[in-house]
C-alpha cells in the first residue's frame, strides 16, 4: 500500500477546522477527546515536517561554505 504524501498546508487546514470547531461550541463533548487527539497527531506531523525542512536548508548553506 503506497503511503500518501504528508501535506503541512492541509495539515494546518484541518488544525484551523478543529480549533474553530472547538471554539465555538460546535464539537459535542463526546468527540472532544477524538479531536484533541486528531489535533496532537496533526502538530506532532507539522513539526516533523518543519524539523526535516530546517535540516535541509542547514545542509544547503553548509554545502555552500
Do not use: P, R, W
Not at 5 to 30: N, P
Not at 46 to 62: A, M, P, R, T, Y
Amino acid at each position: 500500500m503506497e503511503q500518501e504524501e504528508f501535506s503541512y498546508d492541509a495539515a494546518m487546514e484541518e488544525l484551523e477546522s478543529i480549533v474553530a470547531k472547538v471554539e465555538s461550541g460546535e464539537c459535542k463533548l463526546d468527540d472532544l477527546t477524538a479531536e484533541v487527539k486528531k489535533a496532537a497527531e496533526l502538530i506532532a506531523k507539522c513539526k516533523q515536517k518543519l524539523h526535516g525542512i530546517e535540516s535541509e536548508i542547514d545542509k544547503v548553506f553548509n554545502d555552500i561554505d
